[in-house]
């Protein structure tokens, strides 16, 4: 219950005081311009969420890393819905935090991300499978 009101004083005087520098039309256009592109951000997610499956697939990106991911993309883009200020700010470090995620997947190495298809592998790589069969010379021994 603090925090709700906490935001909620943050959100105020944050809108407030960009209102009354930046002047009532241009808050209205900001107002209206992240809602654009929140609802964009929406609209578009399962093309994000795709991507970032294929990535996940060729092991770019380790199932935590698409968590969070995904989690902080519509987070970001649910904060720039909400009108005001604190919460576009809000909004725009979770889509920057998105973006870190999702660089940071792809640049580094792929030597401690998991590979989806190579989950069910087992054993060495260079062992030979053998399968020795019994010849018919041992049942003439025993007769």
Known sequence: MIFVLLYLILELYFSLAIGSTIGFLWSVI????TFIIGMGLIQNA???IRENMKNLS????NMKTFHDSATS????AILLIIPGA?????GLISLLYTFYLQLGGTITGSKNKTDINNLNKQ???DVIDVEII???????IND
Do not use: A, M, P, Q
Request: charged content about 15%; cysteine-free; proline content about 0%.
């Open 46 to 48: 399962h093309l994000t």
């Open 73 to 76: 993309y519509f987070l970001g």
């Open 86 to 90: 604190f919460s576009d700010i809000l």
């Open 123 to 125: 054993g060495d790589n």
């Open 134 to 140: 019994e010849s018919s010379s041992r049942n003439n």
């Open 30 to 33: 900001w107002i209206v311009g």
């Open 58 to 61: 060729l092991g770019k990106l």
